[in-house]
């Protein structure tokens, strides 16, 4: 039970008491009050009136917000709530009030609790900008508590699961949701502004394609046949390319049935788009435009901290061959990358275990990730991919052994991929049967399916086409210098929390008043126990013991 706390039941027993005194403590047809950024900037002159009582009683506000701090003084109170604008302090007292008003709330309305409070601004002592009241109600009753102030919310597991709580608390957090959902808005923008069209694709896949990756499957009850959430929508997007559409793109999640780590959650969000009578030359020149576009249009430095580094993203961004990267960056000695059984050699004097039937373009990739991807601080565009980690990507007519891709690479994390695409139906025929053998062969769950509809489409004839995709939470965090995935998403993946009983224990009883403080609610103090983390409540259940 989550009520079950007796310090839950007493804030529960105040809405009740609430009731009973005719307040309804959860009223509907609530108004948005004045933001209170404006409110503060409108009435700063306040402040230079020459007069013994700086205020204005001619100007009336409104305002809504949270109560983050209240402080009763007898017959008055100060509090400070809280808007989506920012935290402003409002003034009360039982004079100014409805008879009797308020000694009815004085000790049910609290920190947590949603108010309005309308009245005339004026400046305390101490210089600040106050609400001065003549209407106080209760919008929304708190049943939870807030996290005392100096402890806050700490726990990062907690932070996750309970997002609505981590923005309460911690408002800075929603900066980076704003922030992300501008870079969204303009990405979408950019595009849009460049002829390409927005679609939307299925997200329930008869085939597994697109990449190399594990599925989620699921069941169609109505078919009764299996399904797959999406691992990426190029495949259909490029039916799109050759039904005619010479510029799409496309923004929504992508589902990988795979670990869980600072960069990788099982659903993300990315921008896939594609490009008829365009190579992957135009797609390096085009995102190297898009982040320019994006840092104009935030007002961002072109150097930006990320961690230890400053990563500059001043164009033009470098462009390094795959192959060369091995040696110039990765310092792999030259006569090791090209043949196999002395990438074996090396990769096992450095202890880096492999499958030993891999293809020299998966160990050249085993070289890359170990010794290349995390020295990838500035953005950089590794180029020319070896073909048999490329199953989609188009051969280059100099080298057959190579595909015309590239992969962005920003503070060590792949941002981008994208390539010529593959438009020679025969070819892209036999490489899917490569992967169904490598799939048989190996148990390789990641390994691409044959989609033979996709064969039949190009058999149509594509355009040659480029395509390529970003990843729109790894850039949300390197342009708000977050180093975990779960700091961008709303709501991450989470393992399944383990139910935690409240019981009467000396470990979860406040040392003060010998109240219930459950787990999420307790603070530690010098090590000496837990207290409640509402001093004011403590403090009046203490005393009346």
């Given at each position: 039970?989550?009520?079950?706390?007796?310090?839950?039941?007493?804030?529960?027993?105040?809405?009740?008491?609430?009731?009973?005194?005719?307040?309804?403590?959860?009223?509907?047809?609530?108004?948005?009050?004045?933001?209170?950024?404006?409110?503060?900037?409108?009435?700063?002159?306040?402040?230079?009136?020459?007069?013994?009582?700086?205020?204005?009683?001619?100007?009336?506000?409104?305002?809504?917000?949270?109560?983050?701090?209240?402080?009763?003084?007898?017959?008055?109170?100060?509090?400070?709530?809280?808007?989506?604008?920012?935290?402003?302090?409002?003034?009360?007292?039982?004079?100014?009030?409805?008879?009797?008003?308020?000694?009815?709330?004085?000790?049910?309305i609290e920190v947590g609790d949603i108010v309005l409070a309308e009245g005339f601004p004026f400046v305390t002592q101490t210089g600040e900008i106050t609400l001065h009241c003549k209407r106080f109600e209760i919008v929304s009753k708190a049943i939870f508590p807030l996290p005392e102030k100096f402890h806050g919310l700490q726990d990062h597991e907690l932070r996750y699961r309970q997002r609505y709580l981590d923005m309460i608390v911690n408002p800075e957090v929603k900066d980076i949701f704003v922030m992300r959902s501008r870079i969204v808005?303009?990405?979408?923008?950019?595009?849009?502004d460049r002829s390409f069209l927005e679609v939307e694709t299925p997200m329930l896949h008869p085939i597994p394609g697109g990449a190399n990756a594990r599925p989620f499957v699921t069941h169609h009850n109505a078919l009764g046949i299996e399904r797959y959430l999406r691992i990426a929508p190029e495949l259909y997007l490029k039916r799109l390319v050759v039904g005619g559409m010479e510029a799409v793109f496309e923004i929504n999640r992508n589902f990988r049935n795979e670990g869980m780590d600072h960069t990788h959650n099982p659903e993300f969000t990315m921008i896939e788009f594609y490009w008829a009578y365009r190579t992957y030359t135009d797609l390096m020149d085009i995102t190297q435009d898009l982040f320019d576009d994006l840092f104009s249009k935030l007002g961002l430095p072109t150097i930006l901290p990320y961690g230890e580094h400053m990563i500059d993203f001043t164009a033009p961004f470098a462009r390094v061959p795959y192959l060369e990267s091995l040696t110039t960056i990765g310092d792999v000695p030259a006569d090791i990358v090209s043949d196999k059984e002395k990438i074996l050699a090396y990769l096992k004097e450095h202890n880096v275990k492999v499958d030993p039937n891999l293809t020299l373009g998966y160990l050249q990739a085993e070289l890359f990730d170990e010794f290349v991807e995390a020295k990838l601080i500035n953005p950089t565009f590794i180029t020319d991919f070896p073909i048999d980690i490329s199953p989609l990507a188009r051969r280059s007519d100099a080298n057959p052994d190579i595909a015309e891709r590239f992969e962005l690479f920003i503070a060590g994390k792949e941002i981008a991929n994208g390539f010529s695409e593959l438009n020679d139906p025969i070819d892209q025929y036999e490489r899917f049967k490569s992967q169904v053998a490598a799939k048989d062969a190996t148990g390789d769950d990641e390994a691409m399916?044959?989609?033979?509809?996709?064969?039949?489409?190009?058999?149509?004839?594509?355009?040659?086409?480029?395509?390529?995709g970003i990843g729109i939470d790894r850039l949300v965090m390197m342009l708000t210098n977050q180093h975990s995935i779960r700091d961008v998403l709303l709501f991450p993946a989470m393992k399944p929390e383990a139910p935690q009983p409240v019981t009467h224990t000396a470990e979860n009883v406040c040392k003060k008043c010998g109240h219930d403080v459950p787990e999420e609610l307790k603070a530690a103090k010098n090590g000496k126990g837990f207290f409640c983390i509402d001093v004011n409540a403590c403090k009046e259940r203490a005393a009346s013991k």
């Open positions: 039970m989550i009520f079950e706390s007796q310090y839950i039941q007493e804030r529960i027993k105040k809405a009740q008491m609430l009731r009973e005194e005719g307040i309804n403590p959860y009223p509907n047809q609530i108004a948005k009050g004045y933001p209170s950024s404006q409110f503060l900037n409108e009435c700063e002159y306040i402040k230079e009136i020459d007069a013994e009582e700086k205020k204005d009683e001619t100007k009336s506000y409104t305002l809504t917000g949270r109560i983050k701090f209240i402080r009763i003084m007898g017959k008055a109170a100060f509090a400070k709530i809280e808007d989506s604008q920012g935290l402003v302090q409002v003034y009360y007292n039982r004079d100014d009030l409805p008879e009797g008003y308020y000694n009815k709330v004085k000790k049910l808005s303009l990405v979408r923008r950019f595009f849009e399916h044959m989609d033979t509809d996709y064969v039949k489409a190009l058999s149509y004839g594509m355009t040659p086409t480029a395509g390529e």
